[in-house]
C-alpha cells in the first residue's frame, strides 16, 4: 500500500524536543528559530528526513512553519489545518498562528522584541522569504543570522537516511516534447536576455525539462535534484548516480552532463565568476544558493523557473494523457462508489475505505494495462466531524465507521505515467438531514459556476474565484481554501502558478489544468466538497457576441451524489449542466466496466434530476 494509517507526530516529545533547542539559543547567537515545513528544496512533500516541522512538533501537515522563541512557540498554519493543529500540537508548550493574515515576518514586526536575533538555516528559505524577514527585524532593531547547520538535525538522533529514489524516463510519448528541445528553448531565451545560465532549483521543473520522474518524496515522482543550463545549451544536471539505473544514465548522458548533488556548489560557483550573470527563481531557489553566486562575484538575476510557465501549459499529448488516465480513474471510482454504497452503514471505517479504494485503483489499472504508480497524495477520508477538517488525516488512533445519517467525504487523487488526478465526492451515507442536503446543494452551484464560466483572455484566477462562493455567501457561509490549484502531468498534484483563489494574480492559459473544488465545513458536525478537474480550452467566438471567450473542459467524471441535491435548488442551466455532466459521465465509463451489478448502479446513479 503507499499510504500509512500508523501515528507518525509525536506531540508528547514537544516539550522536551523545544527545551533541547532552546539550549542551542546562547552558543548559536540567537533569540529564536524558524522551522518550516520545507526541505532543501522548498517542495510541499518532503522527504521523512526532513520532516523537521513534525518530529519537533507533531503537525503533519504540509504547510506550516513554527516560531521557536525563548519563552513562546508558535505554529502557523492556513485555515485548512487549524483543527489539526489543535489536535496534534501540545497546547501547553505551542500556541497557533495565522500563517496568511499574520505570518511570521508580520508577527515578528508587531511582537518579535526589540533587538531579536532570528537563526535560520539558509537552505530551508527561498530568498524572497529571507528578504521579507530582514525588513521584518529591521523595523525592531533586530537582524537574521544565517545559521552553519540546522541545530534539530543534531538533535533528532533517529533521523531517516536521505532518500535514494529509482528515476525513470518519462517518453516522449508521455511528455509530447523531447527534452533536448526543452532545454533549446530555455538556452535560446536566456541568450536573448544576455544570461550566463539558470539554476533549476524547483525538482519538479527539473523532471519536466529533462523527461524523467523519480521517487524521493512521496505521491510526486520528482527526483530531488537540481540543474544549471547554460546559455550555449549545455545543461548539468546535479543528480545521484545510485538514483540512475543503466537505461536513464545512458539516456541523460546524450542530454546533459550528470554529476553528483555535491559538485552544485563548485559548478554554480564557477558558472558565476567574472560577473557571470544567473538566473535564479527566489520564490523557490533557497537563500544558500543565491549566496554561492554572490560570493564567486556572479550576478544574481531574478525571475520566474523559465520551466514553471511551460510546464503549468499542458501540450495536446499531456492533455490527451490526463483525460485517458481521468476516465481510468472514473472506473475504479465508480467500483468504489458502487461498493460503498452495498455495505451496511457502520460496517466500514474510513481506513477501510481509503484501502479499498486504492486496491481498486491498483486492480482496475492492471486490468487496464496503465498500472496505478502512486497515490498522489495521502487519502483524506473523513465522515460526520471528520468530514469537517479540510485536511484530515485518518489514523490508526482517529478512524472511526461511517455511519447512518452522515457525510462521507473521500478526497483522492492516483499517478499514472499518463496522468495525475485529483478527485473529490461526499456522499450521503442512509438518509441525511435537510441541512446537508441544502448546503450540498449551494456547494454544487458553486462548482457548476466555475465549470460553466465563460472569461475573456488575461482573466486571472482571483476573478473567477468568487464564482464559486457566491450561492454559499448568499446564505452567510463560505469555505477557507481556494478553489482550484494547478496539477502537474505526472507530477505534483498541486502545481503553480495557476489557481482559482482569491489571491492568485497568475493569468489562465489555454491548456492548464486545475481543480475545482469548493467546500463548506462545520467545525464538528460536518464537511462538503465536490470536486472535478478540469483544463482551460482555447478561446472561442461567441454567436452574437463581440469577443472571443475561453472556458473550461471537464476532465473527471464520476457521479455527484444525486440524493443529496434539492433540484429546486438550482437553476434551469445549473439542472442543464448536472444532468447532462451525468450523462457524459454514464457514456465514458460504461464501456470501461464489465460488472453487471456495477454497470445497473453506475447508470441509476446518473439518471436525470426533474424538478
Not at 559548478?267 to 550573470?277: F, N, P
Request: with cysteine.
Amino acid at each position: 500500500m503507499f499510504q500509512s494509517f500508523e501515528v507518525t507526530s509525536t506531540p508528547q516529545f514537544g516539550k522536551e524536543r523545544v527545551s533541547a533547542l532552546r539550549a542551542t539559543f546562547d552558543s548559536l547567537g540567537i533569540d529564536a528559530f524558524l522551522v518550516p515545513r520545507a526541505d532543501e528544496f522548498n517542495g510541499e512533500y518532503v522527504p521523512a528526513c526532513s520532516e523537521r516541522l513534525a518530529w519537533l512538533t507533531g503537525f503533519t501537515g504540509s504547510a506550516g512553519i513554527a516560531l521557536i522563541l525563548r519563552t513562546q512557540a508558535i505554529v502557523f498554519v492556513d485555515g485548512r489545518y487549524v483543527t489539526q493543529l489543535a489536535e496534534q500540537v501540545d497546547g501547553s508548550v505551542f500556541s497557533g498562528g495565522d500563517l496568511v493574515n499574520e505570518p511570521p515576518h508580520v508577527w515578528l514586526a508587531a511582537n518579535g522584541g526589540k533587538g531579536l536575533r532570528l537563526g535560520i538555516d539558509p537552505w530551508l528559505h527561498a530568498g524572497a522569504e529571507v528578504r521579507r524577514l530582514e525588513r521584518a527585524l529591521a523595523e525592531i532593531g533586530g537582524r537574521l543570522v544565517f545559521l552553519p547547520y540546522n541545530p534539530l538535525d543534531r538533535l533528532w538522533s533517529d533521523r531517516p537516511a536521505e532518500p535514494l529514489g529509482a528515476v525513470t524516463i518519462q517518453n516522449v510519448a508521455q511528455a509530447g516534447v523531447l527534452a533536448k528541445d526543452k532545454i533549446a528553448t530555455i538556452s535560446a531565451d536566456l541568450s536573448k536576455k544576455n544570461l550566463a545560465a539558470v539554476l533549476i532549483a524547483d525538482p519538479s521543473s527539473v523532471a519536466w525539462i529533462f523527461n524523467i520522474r523519480g521517487a524521493d518524496v512521496p505521491h510526486t515522482p520528482h527526483p530531488l535534484a537540481r540543474a544549471i543550463i547554460h546559455a550555449d545549451r549545455r545543461s548539468e544536471l546535479f543528480l545521484d548516480k545510485r538514483k540512475t539505473g543503466i537505461e536513464p544514465e545512458a539516456y541523460l548522458g546524450q542530454i546533459c552532463t550528470q554529476l553528483p548533488p555535491s559538485a552544485l556548489e563548485e559548478r554554480l560557483a564557477a558558472v558565476s565568476r567574472d560577473g557571470g550573470r544567473v538566473l535564479i527563481d527566489a520564490d523557490i531557489a533557497s537563500h544558500a544558493l543565491a549566496e554561492i553566486i554572490r560570493r564567486a562575484g556572479g550576478e544574481v538575476v531574478e525571475g520566474a523557473d523559465p520551466a514553471k510557465l511551460p510546464r503549468a501549459v499542458k501540450n495536446d499529448v499531456e492533455i490527451n494523457g490526463s483525460a485517458a488516465a481521468h476516465l481510468q480513474d472514473g472506473a475504479a471510482m465508480v467500483e468504489f462508489l458502487y461498493w460503498l454504497s452495498q455495505e451496511k452503514p457502520g460496517s466500514v471505517s474510513e481506513i477501510a475505505a481509503a484501502e479499498h479504494l486504492e486496491a481498486v485503483r491498483a486492480r482496475v489499472g492492471q486490468s487496464m494495462q496503465n498500472p496505478l504508480k502512486d497515490i498522489s497524495f495521502d487519502t483524506i477520508s473523513g465522515a460526520g466531524e471528520h468530514a469537517a477538517i479540510m485536511h484530515y488525516r485518518v489514523t490508526t488512533e482517529t478512524n472511526r465507521m461511517i455511519e447512518a445519517g452522515e457525510l462521507f467525504l473521500i478526497d483522492s487523487g492516483a499517478q499514472y505515467i499518463n496522468g495525475t488526478t485529483d478527485i473529490t465526492r461526499t456522499v450521503g451515507i442512509g438518509t441525511v438531514s435537510e441541512e446537508h442536503r441544502r448546503f450540498f446543494t449551494m456547494v454544487l452551484k458553486g462548482m457548476i459556476q466555475i465549470s460553466t464560466a465563460r472569461f475573456p483572455k488575461g482573466t486571472r484566477g482571483c476573478d473567477l474565484d468568487p464564482l464559486a462562493r457566491i450561492a454559499l455567501w448568499r446564505a452567510g457561509a463560505d469555505f477557507a481554501h481556494g478553489t482550484g490549484h494547478g496539477v502537474g502531468s505526472y507530477l505534483s498534484v498541486h502545481e503553480g502558478p495557476q489557481r482559482i483563489s482569491r489571491l492568485s494574480t497568475q493569468e489562465l492559459l489555454p491548456g492548464m489544468i486545475l481543480s475545482n473544488e469548493p467546500g463548506y465545513y462545520r467545525p464538528g458536525s460536518f464537511g462538503i466538497r465536490i470536486e472535478n478537474l478540469i483544463y482551460v480550452r482555447g478561446a472561442e467566438e461567441i454567436e452574437g457576441g463581440d469577443m472571443p471567450m475561453l472556458g473550461f473542459e471537464t476532465l473527471t467524471f464520476c457521479p455527484i451524489d444525486r440524493s443529496l441535491v434539492i433540484p429546486e435548488l438550482l437553476t434551469h442551466d445549473e439542472l442543464h449542466w448536472f444532468n447532462d455532466y451525468h450523462r457524459r459521465t454514464c457514456e465514458a465509463l460504461m464501456p470501461l466496466i464489465h460488472d453487471h451489478d456495477v454497470r445497473a448502479w453506475l447508470e441509476n446513479a446518473t439518471l436525470p434530476l426533474e424538478y
